[in-house]
C-alpha cells in the first residue's frame, strides 16, 4: 500500500464513468479528492448518496465532494494534482477553467482519449504536464451511478514526461495512480497516445456504429477486417508522424516485437481485458445522443492520411457513418457495415 499524503490535494476534472471510477479508488485509498463535473444531475445525486460503483463481483458507495462547474470559483484553493479525464474535446477550455486553481508545482495528467497532452502543455506548460495513456472500461448511464467492467486489477495506466525534466517527478503520480490501475511509466508517452489511438481507431467508432460491443465486432467475421483495417491505416499515420511503436495495456516490448499480428495481438488483448458485455465509449455517447470523440480518432487519421495523399477508407467511413448517426439519419446496427463496405470501395473523387 502506498503511503498517503494527506496534504496533497487532488481534482478529478470529468467524474464520468472512468473519471468517477478513478475518482472512487483514491477517496478509498484515503486521498484529499474533489470531483468536479459539468452534469448537474450527476453533482447532485453524487451529494445526495455518493458515488456507486458496481464491479463485477462488488458493488460499494463512496462519500465525495462533488461540486458543479459553476462552483470552481468558490473553492479558494489550489490542487497539487489535476486528473483531466472528460472528453478529449472538452481539453482546452477545461484546462483553461481548471489553471488557476493547479498549484504553481501541480501537475495535471490528461487521462484521456486522442492526442491532448501538448495541447494541455501549451494550457499550464510543460512543467505542469504528464501524459497518460488508460484502458478502463466503465458505462454510466444514471446520475450517481456507475458500472465499471475492468477493476482496478485489470485496469492499465501508462504514463510519461513531455521533457525530461519531468521524468524525476513521475513516481510521486505512479503512486497516485496505482489505486486506480497498474502504472507503467512509458519512455514515449506521444508514441504511446499514438499507440492508444491505433486501438481505438479499431474498437470505438467502427464497433459503435455496428451497435456492438468492442468483443462482438471482433468475434465477427465479416467486421474483423473493417477494425483492423483502421487499425492499420492509423498505424500508419503514427509511422509518417515519426512515432516507434510502444507497448501498452501492460504488454512487454517482446510482445509487440517482431510480429506480423500486431493489430490483432492489441485488438484481442483489449477485448478480452473488457469482456463481452462491455459497451465502448463511443457507444455510449450515440446512445445518449451526444457527441463523440470520433472526429478526434477516425476523422484525424482520415484527415492526415488525405493531406498525405494515401488515403484511409476505412477511418473515412467510420467518420462519415458517425456523423450520420449523429444526425439522426442512421442507427447503430450491423446494417451499416455493409455501407461502410460499400464507402470504402467508392472510387476516389477529385
Avoid at 500486431?262 to 463511443?282: F, M, Q, Y
Wanted: aromatic share 4%.
Amino acid at each position: 500500500m502506498n503511503s498517503i499524503d494527506t496534504n496533497k490535494t487532488i481534482a478529478v476534472l470529468g467524474t464520468g464513468a472512468n473519471g468517477g471510477s478513478a475518482a472512487a479508488d483514491l477517496v478509498t485509498a484515503g486521498y484529499d479528492v474533489t470531483l468536479i463535473d459539468q452534469w448537474p444531475e450527476h453533482v447532485e445525486a453524487m451529494r445526495a448518496k455518493g458515488l456507486t460503483i458496481q464491479l463485477p463481483d462488488d458493488e460499494r458507495r463512496v462519500e465525495v465532494a462533488a461540486y458543479h462547474l459553476c462552483e470552481v470559483c468558490e473553492l479558494n484553493r489550489t490542487f497539487d494534482y489535476v486528473l483531466l479525464m472528460a472528453k478529449a474535446y472538452d481539453t482546452g477550455w477545461l484546462a483553461r477553467l481548471i489553471k488557476p486553481y493547479l498549484a504553481d508545482d501541480g501537475l495535471m495528467v490528461g487521462i484521456q482519449n486522442a492526442m491532448t497532452a501538448h495541447e494541455i502543455a501549451e494550457i499550464v506548460g510543460l512543467d505542469r504536464t504528464v501524459g497518460c495513456v488508460i484502458e478502463l472500461s466503465a458505462e454510466m448511464y444514471t446520475p450517481g451511478l456507475i458500472q465499471r467492467n475492468t477493476p482496478p486489477a485489470k485496469s492499465w495506466l501508462g504514463i510519461g514526461a513531455l521533457e525530461d525534466s519531468m521524468a524525476a517527478r513521475l513516481p510521486e503520480v505512479e503512486a497516485i495512480l496505482s489505486n486506480v490501475g497498474r502504472v507503467s511509466i512509458t519512455p514515449d508517452i506521444i508514441a504511446a497516445k499514438w499507440m492508444k489511438l491505433v486501438v481505438n481507431s479499431m474498437s470505438l467508432g467502427p464497433v459503435a456504429m455496428l451497435g456492438a460491443t468492442p468483443y462482438e465486432a471482433a468475434q465477427n467475421p465479416k467486421a474483423r477486417p473493417l477494425l483492423l483495417a483502421a487499425g492499420a491505416e492509423a498505424l500508419a499515420v503514427g509511422q509518417a508522424r515519426g512515432y516507434t511503436i510502444q507497448p501498452i495495456f501492460g504488454l512487454a516490448a517482446e510482445d509487440i516485437e517482431n510480429t506480423n499480428r500486431l493489430l490483432e495481438k492489441l485488438l484481442d488483448k483489449l477485448t478480452n481485458d473488457i469482456g463481452p458485455t462491455a459497451r465502448d465509449c463511443v457507444l455510449q455517447d450515440h446512445m445518449k445522443g451526444r457527441y463523440s470523440e470520433v472526429d478526434l480518432i477516425n476523422g484525424l487519421v482520415a484527415g492526415e492520411s488525405e493531406r498525405n495523399d494515401k488515403p484511409a477508407p476505412a477511418n473515412a467511413a467510420v467518420t462519415a457513418i458517425t456523423q450520420r448517426i449523429r444526425d439522426g439519419v442512421l442507427e447503430p446496427n450491423l446494417s451499416n457495415l455493409d455501407l461502410a463496405i460499400e464507402l470504402m470501395n467508392a472510387p476516389a473523387t477529385e
